[in-house]
């Protein structure tokens, strides 16, 4: 959500429990940028003063290219990348469009553990207070000995803590025509009439904090074999 975001100054402050903090974020709102980075040309990665002296930088790019720009770039490495918190949440297929998850998933590729976070729209402060008790959650069960980043979605209320899996379709797409040439896209989110509370989507409607596993990899694993033994 940008650099002076609220939002990042929520994740800041709990990230000081842990140790110390760097921050690179995008200098404008990026949301729904999902995994692009800039080849083309030359963007503006300036350092920005905080009171607290916290190293800080302003990327004028995407939320994965802060990860790549930090540690490519700047020869940063971290013991975990924490990316949101997000406006919304990242759950099913919209995780596809996450600049959020995205940014998360750059950390793996790079070799650092990773989580993204995301909450109810405007419920930073809300979700970020349930952070201790999730992240208490991870350690206990010991969850980066598994998987090197999860998906995190934190109602306001916070609910209990449930492993969860990528559901399928939360908002109903639509484009409305306006003015001239131009169009917008529009939607709901949607609720499944069947409740399967290991999927994320659902578990969400059901006032669950969502814990989700992640992979970059895309392969669909079972037509993989299915295939190697034709």
């Not at 720009?69 to 700047?74: D, F, K, R």
């Amino acid at each position: 959500d940008g650099i002076g975001a609220h939002s990042l100054e929520c994740v800041v402050q709990w990230a000081k429990k842990l140790g110390e903090v760097e921050i690179f974020a995008p200098k404008v709102e990026q949301s729904a940028k999902s995994h692009a980075i800039e080849l083309y040309k030359p963007f503006e990665v300036k350092k920005v003063e905080r009171e607290d002296g916290l190293l800080a930088y302003s990327v004028d790019s995407t939320p994965a290219d802060c990860v790549r720009i930090a540690v490519l770039g700047m020869k940063r490495k971290y013991d975990l990348v924490i990316s949101g918190i997000n406006n919304g949440f990242n759950i099913g297929l919209d995780i596809l469009y996450s600049g959020t998850v995205s940014a998360a998933l750059e950390a793996v590729l790079l070799g650092m553990k990773s989580i993204a976070l995301s909450a109810y729209p405007d419920t930073y402060d809300e979700a970020m207070a349930h952070m201790d008790r999730i992240y208490d959650y991870m350690q206990k069960r010991d969850l980066f000995s598994l998987n090197p980043s999860y998906n995190i979605n934190i109602p306001a209320e916070g609910g209990e803590i449930r492993i969860t899996r990528q559901g399928g379709m939360f908002y109903s797409d639509a484009f409305e025509k306006r003015e001239g040439d131009y169009y917008i896209q529009v939607g709901d989110p949607v609720r499944n009439e069947t409740l399967d509370l290991s999927v994320d989507t659902d578990a969400i409607w059901a006032g669950y904090t969502t814990i989700s596993p992640l992979t970059e990899d895309r392969t669909d694993k079972e037509a993989f074999e299915k295939l190697m033994n034709r």
